[in-house]
């Protein structure tokens, strides 16, 4: 037997792992299936390469729960260890790597937000455990090891009579983490991390329903048929699924396979998504994965934290933020990749350059398979896009190269339910929408219902009309005022129809200076100015008499501001709501209220017009609606 000292200047180190080596001490399970898995898998490739005498067979890993001796094993059957290359690994590399580490980041460690040290993975045994001793057996012919250690620098290696190929962990755990000999406490830490790693994970056993028995049914003299119950037979409790479907090639899959895994992932998703991307790459990087579009709900309420993030089918974090591009973390689903860093903090893995490129290559992935889902079946597409555009519009905002191919699948959707692309759209309504000085105006709708009355006046001039209803849509109309030429959004009840395109006929108004004159005194003395700025107008006489409409600029700036942006003007936020009241010279209307013969009579025509206008736009509540109720009544009679 040997005895001796681990090599270590740091004082106390196994108080310091405890103390800092993950954020979360239930990791350390995660940490030893892991290299469990790696001695596995690196067994498999020294027999196929012919390396390796041992027979690869069909290893599994172990679980096992001893409460009474307070213990937790975990038994690989991969290619062991011999004495020496305990003493190298455990004792030299291990060690070395948990100094240099701790000596990084014991006063920081916590705040680094470290997500996963797989080269110190064995020592993360010591956050739960007072002992831990490693039996194990090369697959080389030589004799098995002992290995222990009770928490100090100070360790003991001797000759085993274990016969079987492979490695056993025991960690006699500590009384402040009893909660690692509750079954139900590992059965949830398997689950989490371990769901889909590579060998074959057993935990416990289970009963299920003997193959081999087929129940008999008989009948009694009644005829009533009865059928034996299923014999049952224990079988090994395997817990993970080694093969996952983004493991595999896409043309190995069906839809059914996709839909199946999905359930997989969330057990709880009841909702089937609309569809799937399949990430498939080995060059200039590696990365596979399955990224899921959910239904979207539109109150930006986004649902983060969905997509789980593996190395090499270990679980390693469902919060990708810095790795997949944020707009499209309201997706979910799985991303594998062996080239994301995972022994650093996470501030380091957003500027880290592989991250970079993957970012971006998810990005150009998601982009080309939404191309090709429009392009292959632009009924279904068009049928979904109320449940994507958030992602769509948002990517559009958010990342610049996803807004250049953009303009192949986003859609523009009109009040009528037609879809236009930007091109369609612009060679749509190119002749009948451009303004006198040449610009473009795209009219856009938010609410059918509310802006009916508006709709209906761009419908008589035959101009399309836009539903555009996300509540992101500010943002992007100032995105693509900015980077298409010569156009303008203008929404449809921002002024009247004739002001938002402009053209060269001008309509002349029915009234005389004189009469405008005493008309615009009369609306002064009723309409209140600090909440409405009067505008005459001439327009067609069977136009509305008086029409409220809210400035553009003013109302986007505070649509901006209530979403995030508008280039931090607070102001917009603070100022009162204004309307412009737009008043029609021409309407039989405002000729009647200038020929009435009384101040009294002038006064309610007035007021009664102004609130139809304002409860044309939802603005006359309260008091006000009532009193304008018990009125209109007043005048029916």
Known sequence: MTKGNINVSVENIFPLIKKFLYSDHEIFLRELISNGTDATLKLKHLTSIGESKSEYGNPTIEVKIDKEGKKLHIIDQGLGMTADEVEKYINQVAFSGAEEFLDKYKDSAKDSGIIGHFGLGFYSAFMVAEKVEIITKSHKDEPAA???????????????????????????????????????????????????????????????????????????????????????????????????????????????????????????????????????????????????????????????????????????????????????????????????????????????????????????????????????????????????????????????????????????????GKYYTYDELFNKIKANQTDKDGKLVILYASNKDTQHSYIESAKAKNYEVLLLDSPIVSHLIQKLESTKENITFARVDGDNINKLIQKDETTISKLDEEQTKALEALLKEVIPSEKFMVQLEAMDSNESPFTITQPEFMRRMKEMQATGGGGGMNMFGSMPEMYNLVVNTNSELVGEILGTKTKKKQERLITQSLDLARLSQGLLKGEELTNFIKRSYEMIK
């Open 146 to 416: 002992h290995w222990t250690c009770d928490g100090s620098p100070e360790f003991t290696l001797e000759a085993s009579d274990r016969t079987e190929r492979g490695t056993e962990i025991i960690l006699h755990i500590a009384e402040d983490s009893t909660e690692f000999l509750e079954k139900s406490r590992i059965s949830a830490l398997l689950s989490k991390y371990n769901k889909f790693m590579p060998v074959p994970i057993k935990f416990g056993t289970k009963e299920i329903n003997d193959p081999a028995h087929k129940p008999k049914t008989t009948k009694d003299k009644d005829g009533k048929e009865t059928t034996e119950p299923h014999k049952k037979i224990t079988v090994d409790n395997i817990i993970n699924n080694p093969n996952p479907a983004w493991t595999k090639q896409p043309a190995d899959l069906k839809d059914e396979d996709y839909s199946n895994f999905y359930r997989e992932l969330y057990p709880m998703q009841f909702e089937e998504p609309l569809f799937n991307i399949h990430l498939n790459v080995d060059y200039p990087f590696n990365l596979t994965g399955i990224l899921y579009f959910p239904k979207m709900t539109g109150d930006m309420q986004m649902q983060k934290d969905k997509i789980q993030l593996y190395q090499n089918q270990v679980y390693v974090t469902d919060n990708v933020e810095g790795i997949v591009p944020e707009f499209l973390t309201m997706l979910r689903g799985v991303i594998d990749s062996p080239d994301i860093p995972l022994n650093v903090s996470r501030s380091y893995l957003q500027a880290d350059g592989a991250v970079k490129k993957i970012s971006s290559y998810i990005t150009r992935k998601v982009a080309d398979k939404l191309k090709s889902l429009f392009n292959n079946n632009r009924e279904d597409f068009e049928a979904k896009w109320n449940d994507i555009k958030i992602v769509i519009e948002y990517g559009m905002l958010s990342e610049e190269k996803f807004f250049e191919k953009a303009d192949a699948f986003a859609l523009y959707p009109t009040v009528d």
